[in-house]
């Protein structure tokens, strides 16, 4: 039979430091993700919302949308010049400071974002299918399409994938449960060995496998209690400081805004020539019934 101790040993030996790591390394990416996603919320909403200023603007000017590709790329330019610097992550003091010694504030123009393939304005334009389509895409997939290919999105510091750390660390209360129990086993079968050699009738000399079964109980309560004190922090900071529910909300604001460009290009261009070529036809039909009904009326006049 194949002999275990020496595993239950080493799991015995470092469970609590795997397990005390595991919650430390989960704390800090929660922090510093969640901090990200906050920043990122800020960049994407402002960027939804020049959007969204500057399609109601071509609206008010009556603005014809005549070549689809200059149009979106000039907005994006225009967009642009608004947004905040991405890769420099300040606020603040730090902030002012740096704009004052610049004489200007921290901006992306289209050809910085042009530079990275990975960059939000190319990465719309790398879309530039779905708004020339004249039948509406899905705009939240369109929006998650997008933002896939934006570096600062999928990385945490263009490093760490977000998307499969954030569900590590959403599966970890339960993993941290599961680590408890299992300490609790190793504990308790690293304990029952030692009671078949215990001398009840001389307990004196059985006093050092005594003190061994009890550190061995002792372990297999410590998991216990450590996994479950672990799962409900990592649950309550889950719950607190929520991840994913900021990136959705993201998505859903830059499907919005898309779908706002994609109405705006669409009927700026094809929606009116569709019409301008149906218009005659329709106008010929009508024609064509009032001079029937004017033939009838004449028969029944006669």
């Not at 990200?36 to 949308?65: A, G, L, N, P």
């Not at 790329?73 to 610049?102: C, I, T």
Request: proline letters at 3%; a negative charge.
């Amino acid at each position: 039979m194949y002999d275990l101790l020496p595993i239950l040993n080493y799991f015995a030996e470092h469970l609590m430091m795997i397990m005390t790591g595991l919650l430390g390394s989960a704390l800090v990416f929660r922090w510093l993700s969640y901090k990200s996603s906050k920043y990122d919320y800020k960049y994407f909403t402002t960027f939804t919302h020049e959007i969204e200023r500057k399609v109601s603007e071509d609206y008010s000017s009556r603005v014809e949308v005549v070549d689809i590709d200059d149009y979106l790329e000039n907005m994006l330019d225009l967009v642009n010049e608004r947004l905040p610097n991405r890769s420099l992550r300040m606020k603040g003091k730090e902030a002012q400071r740096n704009q004052n010694m610049s004489g200007a504030s921290q901006v992306l123009t289209l050809s910085d974002y042009k530079s990275d393939k990975k960059s939000l304005s190319n990465s719309i334009l790398n879309e530039i299918g779905a708004f020339k389509s004249q039948h509406p895409p899905h705009f939240n997939n369109l929006a998650e399409r997008v933002l896939e290919q934006d570096n600062y999105w999928t990385k945490l510091f263009g490093v760490l994938p977000i998307d499969p750390m954030s569900r590590l660390i959403d599966i970890l209360p339960g993993v941290f449960v599961v680590l408890g129990i299992f300490g609790t086993f190793i504990g308790i079968c690293m304990a029952l060995p030692e009671i078949a050699q215990i001398d009840f009738n001389n307990l004196d000399e059985s006093s050092e496998i005594l003190s061994r079964f009890v550190q061995n109980v002792t372990f297999a309560m410590q998991t216990s209690i450590a996994g479950i004190m672990f799962s409900l922090v990592l649950t309550f900071l889950n719950t607190l400081f929520p991840v994913q529910g900021v990136r959705d909300d993201i998505i859903k604001k830059m499907g919005e805004s898309f779908e706002m460009l994609w109405y705006r290009i669409q009927g700026g261009t094809n929606l009116e020539k569709s019409l301008m070529k149906v218009l005659p036809r329709i106008l010929d039909s009508v024609e064509s019934i009032e001079e029937k009904f004017e033939k009838s009326v004449h028969k029944k006049g006669a």
